[in-house]
């Protein structure tokens, strides 16, 4: 019996050890993590605006965050934007809320300030405080503006849908007019030499430069890439080359990866729907800032 | 064995009737998409041709996006006036949910219901997945240590492989309720390498002294191998995998049943080809693991061509 | 295991571990990563630094408290600190090196499960002092990581025609090598290899003596 106790107890002893070291390995990396994270996506944001070492970035230029709820209340449900507003200088968060015909059916100020707003949690619980009792939220998606002096120059889009394995997760980014500045493959799980090609820049920046009309009908064609379009993708020629081949084709289809034309089909199809339905909400959206007139910051 | 097949048939049962409790309401008997762009409708009793021929009546979009409609192009009724073709102008994403509305039909209120593929068959799918395509040795490449060990003979494949996958079950099934129960709703999420691996001990150990007492002379031909299964990197990943993928009980239950059925299979085949292998003239250099890694090598092709199997 | 550990220097257990024990090669432990992620000679050197670590981390430790471990409890006790360690680690990586993390994939948290740390604590740590603990540890984490680089080094440039991601050949000799189900063949022929030195050095011994 002593001895079950003894080992029961030394037991004990080395599990509190264990979690100690393991607790306090976790509260000194868990902002590290949170920081590096943050930094990491700045930098992808930055790059895809076609900034970076040779292009620093202008102090004018500022990114807003939209992020889309959908609310379920019993009988009906919405669709929450949740939009930087700025109120004499100071920015805050207001939760703008659209029935699904896309007339506003509410709008409430909600406590958060910048930081708070990144985490998921924080943002989740500032929102349920502010709709009250009875209801449900999703989050769906977020969205960011890139202003310059107060004016629209770009949008950048998360995404993330099916590929050939799984999922498919994406940053695009499009100008004012809704044309395609850049894509970043964020996540994927294809097959290596195969489906994950996708991140190379050969196939990811045939993207570039399309207007959404030529976007929204894009097809993926099963033949190889013409050579001196690989050259301009990948950067190896000089930047009027580049820019007088990408005008070339850029209204042409997308060339398919070669033993990867679903991953391809996949990843083309993922953007279309993203961005055919971020056009619509934004349209929406604007109606309503407008008519309303909220001073949103962007 | 006997013991465990009841509830299994059970679970079994209840998930095959699982669609039909999940019908909403009684007038529609079934729905289901048809084709690329479209949805078939089963009404339990007909109703009128002109009304439901009216595309206005319908709204129709997936169940995360209410606010984008999709655009309908055609309905059309059957002979029968029952069975209704909902055609779309574009291709439907079979992998949501979607939701359809419909004014005015059969009693005049509104009609509501989703579309979507059985849940039996994201299930099964599940299950496949993770025997074949993603075969955790083959496609994968864990477990390799004990994999070798055991593939050998025909017998130590079939009793290692049988060991592993209900000890695999219940661990995962334990790691489950552990996870959801005790370390999300407290944030411990770091420390679900040390509860995994610990249930997982546990498991063994119960599990060696069930059969111990219960069966003494089934433990005698399998008891030996509960022990090489701490080792398997299979049984940790597993868990780790329902983690990161934030799966529900039925769907844990799915993976663990794959995974250990993925490595009987991948066992059993390799250990019909190394009995082979024995009766073969190999040279000295490679007799033992070289050749078993160079067979296993010629597997793991293979199941390469499983890739993007899609069933349901 | 039949050396007499008393007497032994740190680099003569350092040599252990990366030639005449060589968990990969000689052992045949440990290889699932081996076969997994040696797709590129980073990747390999990512895992073999993680597993460096929790292997000293873990053997210092054990070899610290081995008077106060009770033998019947010896092996949870080795299962508790290695789980701590990777988890230690896993975080630190995570917070740290994400990007080289997220190739990792599920590979770090897995090292827990590795037959060879647990093996190298039984045989070893829990006997020896800590300081001849913690050259055996970097022995052997040494060896996994040189055999982890090898391949790595072998599929890469094969595969991709790089080597750390810098081209080398300016072609793609054959992309099966970067392919999973080529870590197999790989080691396969590499574990050949060593077998044929090993015949033929002993021939050699065989002949002279």
């Given amino acids: 019996m002593k001895d079950i106790l003894n080992i029961v107890f030394r037991l004990t002893v080395s599990c509190l050890m264990a979690a100690m070291v393991m607790g306090a390995a976790f509260i000194l990396t868990d902002k590290a993590k949170k920081h590096n994270e943050h930094a990491r996506e700045e930098r992808t944001m930055y790059s895809l605006l076609g900034y970076g070492e040779g292009k620093p970035v202008p102090s004018t230029l500022a990114l807003h965050q939209i992020y889309r709820y959908v609310i379920t209340e019993p009988g009906r449900q919405l669709i929450g934007y949740l939009v930087p507003t700025t109120h004499a200088g100071k920015t805050g968060y207001t939760l703008v809320s659209l029935d699904l015909e896309g007339k506003m059916a509410d709008r409430k100020a909600v406590a958060l300030d910048v930081e708070q707003s990144r985490e998921k949690e924080d943002r989740d619980k500032a929102i349920l405080a502010v709709i009250g009792p009875g209801k449900e939220i999703r989050f769906a998606d977020h969205t960011i503006v890139v202003t310059d002096n107060g004016k629209r120059v770009a949008y950048l889009l998360g995404g993330k849908f099916p590929g050939f394995k799984t999922f498919i997760n994406v940053m695009l980014a499009l100008d004012q007019q809704f044309t395609t500045l850049g894509l970043e493959v964020l996540e994927n799980e294809e097959d290596p030499g195969l489906g994950a090609e996708i991140e190379k820049d050969y196939f990811k920046n045939q993207f570039k430069g399309r207007a959404v009309d030529v976007l929204k009908g894009l097809q993926v064609v099963k033949e190889p890439l013409p050579d001196q379009y690989r050259q301009a993708l990948e950067g190896r020629l000089a930047g009027a080359d580049v820019s007088r081949i990408m005008e070339q084709f850029k209204d042409k289809n997308i060339y398919a990866l070669t033993g990867a034309t679903i991953s391809s089909r996949m990843l083309t199809d993922g953007l279309k729907g993203m961005v055919g339905k971020f056009v619509y909400r934004l349209d929406i959206l604007d109606h309503v800032l407008n008519e309303q007139k909220i001073a949103v910051s962007f | ?312 | 295991m039949t050396t007499s550990s008393n007497t032994k220097t740190p680099w003569e257990l350092l040599s252990r571990g990366i030639l005449s024990e060589n968990p990969i090669f000689r052992l045949a432990l440990s290889m699932c990563p081996a076969v997994g992620i040696s797709t590129t000679v980073m990747n390999g050197l990512m895992l073999g630094v993680a597993v460096l670590l929790v292997q000293v981390f873990s053997s210092v430790t054990i070899s610290l408290f081995k008077n106060q471990i009770h033998p019947r409890i010896r092996i949870p006790t080795y299962t508790l600190t290695i789980a701590t360690w990777v988890t230690v680690i896993d975080l630190v990586m995570a917070a740290y090196l994400p990007g080289a993390y997220a190739k990792m994939g599920i590979f770090i948290k897995l090292i827990v499960a590795f037959a060879i740390i647990t093996m190298r604590l039984e045989m070893f740590a829990c006997k020896e002092n800590a300081a001849d603990s913690f050259w055996d540890g970097v022995g052997m984490g040494l060896g996994f990581m040189v055999g982890m680089v090898v391949i790595g080094f072998v599929r890469e440039l094969l595969g991709s025609g790089a080597i750390l991601g810098y081209d080398v050949l300016g072609f793609k000799p054959l992309l099966f090598f970067i392919l999973p189900s080529a870590g197999f063949f790989v080691v396969g022929l590499m574990m050949a290899f060593f077998n044929w030195v090993e015949l033929v050095y002993k021939r050699r011994k065989g002949i002279q003596s």
């Avoid at chain 2, 069975?83 to 209120?109: C, I, M, Y």
């Avoid at chain 2, 329902?242 to 844990?252: D, G, R």
């Fill in chain 2, 1 to 312: 064995m006997k013991i465990l097949k009841i509830p299994l048939s059970a679970v079994f049962l209840a998930l095959l009737l699982l669609p039909a409790w999940l019908q909403a309401a009684d007038f529609i008997e079934s729905a289901a998409f048809s084709g690329k762009n479209g949805i078939a409708v089963a009404f339990a009793v007909p109703v009128d041709k002109t009304a439901a021929g009216e595309v206005s009546r319908y709204t129709v979009y997936e169940e995360n996006d209410p606010d984008i409609k999709l655009s309908l192009a055609s309905a059309a009724l059957g002979s029968d006036g029952r069975s209704l073709q909902l055609l779309f102008a574009e291709p439907l994403n079979s992998a949501k949910t979607h939701v359809v509305r419909v004014q005015g039909l059969g009693d005049g209120a509104e009609l509501n219901f989703k579309v979507a593929k059985p849940y039996f068959g994201h299930l099964f799918s599940i299950l496949v997945a993770a025997l074949l395509i993603n075969n955790f040795v083959f496609t994968k490449y864990l477990g390799l240590c004990v994999f070798f060990g055991t593939s050998k003979r025909k017998k130590t494949a079939k009793g290692m492989g049988v060991v592993f996958t209900i000890v695999m079950v219940a661990s995962a099934s334990m790691s489950w309720l552990f996870y959801q129960f005790t370390l999300i709703p407290f944030h411990l999420d770091f420390l679900q390498i040390v509860v995994f691996i610990g249930l997982v001990s546990l498991t063994v150990q119960a599990v060696d002294t069930i059969l111990r007492k219960v069966n003494p002379v089934l433990f005698n031909s399998f008891g030996v191998y509960l022990v090489l299964v701490i080792a398997n990197c299979v049984i940790i990943a597993v868990p780790l995998i329902m983690s990161s993928l934030n799966y529900n009980f039925l769907e844990t239950f799915m993976l663990a049943l794959g995974a250990g059925g993925g490595f009987l299979l991948a066992l059993y085949l390799m250990s019909s080809v190394r009995e082979r292998l024995e009766l073969a003239k190999i040279p000295p250099t490679f007799k033992g693991l070289p050749i078993a890694f160079i067979v296993a090598g010629q597997f793991a092709l293979a199941f390469l061509g499983f890739s993007g199997l899609q069933l349901f």
